[in-house]
Antibody, heavy 120, light 107 residues
Framework: EVQLVESGGGLVQPGGSLRLSCAVS????????MDWVRQAPGKGLEWVGR??????????EYAASVNGRFTISRDDSKNLLYLQMNSLKTEDTAMYYC???????????WGQGTQVTVSS | DIQMTQSPSSLSASVGDRVTITCRAS??????FAWYQQKPEKAPKSLIY???TLQSGVPSRFSGSGSGTNFTLTISSLQPEDFATYYC?????????FGGGTKVEIK
């Protein structure tokens, strides 16, 4: 059974940092692209960014809204995906979902999400 | 960026109804297109990819069609478990973008 379990969310002040983790099981993590998608309260889905697999040199893509502030990384030896979030803004408040992405680009499986709240 | 516009933003329907949701891309995306279902307080779930291919385990009452800029999700006979919000997504180019969602409510 495929499982993606996010952790690390919480309350942080504007300007602060937070690192989210996603523990993966049930598929060969190292073979696949992985993405983060977020959803602000009562709003729609927003793609955050992607890390490709080792075969594609672990290259990354980011949404303009987080580029330069957020960094996606992965540890294939531990089946873990990370999202390092720096210089957080109130508009970053959202549920953050870890997703397994097909190499073509759509999201095959989603985690249950972890809530990030940026507030003073 | 490619903008995705869904319509309607919400609809009311009865069990057994045929429901159609449309999504329009601001530029041609061939069939680099997906649909997702999200129930309240739950993570989204993949329904359809490549515009018309059903994800494994998705009931056959769901179908997708379209290419280029115009796409459709059809539920042939709405079931109680189908009341949810549906999102479209393009994966032709970065940034990957979603439509605003269509909430399907019980009439």
């Amino acid at each position: 059974e495929v499982q993606l379990v996010e952790s690390g969310g919480g309350l942080v002040q504007p300007g602060g940092s937070l690192r989210l983790s996603c523990a993966v099981s049930g598929f060969t993590f190292s073979d696949h692209y992985m993405d983060w998608v977020r959803q602000a309260p009562g709003k729609g889905l927003e793609w955050v960014g992607r890390t490709r697999n080792k075969a594609n040199s672990y290259t990354t893509e980011y949404a303009a809204s987080v580029n330069g502030r957020f960094t996606i990384s992965r540890d294939d030896s531990k089946n873990l995906l990370y999202l390092q979030m720096n210089s957080l803004k109130t508009e970053d408040t959202a549920m953050y979902y870890c997703t397994w992405a097909d190499s073509s680009g759509y999201f095959v499986h989603w985690g249950q999400g972890t809530q990030v709240t940026v507030s003073s | 960026d490619i903008q995705m516009t869904q319509s309607p933003s919400s609809l009311s329907a009865s069990v057994g109804d045929r429901v159609t949701i449309t999504c329009r891309a601001s530029q041609g995306i061939s069939t680099w297109f997906a649909w997702y279902q999200q129930k309240p307080e739950k993570a989204p779930k993949s329904l359809i990819y490549a515009a018309s291919t059903l994800q494994s385990g998705v009931p056959s009452r769901f179908s997708g069609s379209g290419s280029g800029t115009n796409f459709t999700l059809t539920i042939s006979s709405l079931q109680p478990e189908d009341f949810a919000t549906y999102y479209c997504q393009q994966y032709k180019s970065y940034p990957l973008t979603f439509g605003g969602g269509t909430k399907v409510e019980i009439k």
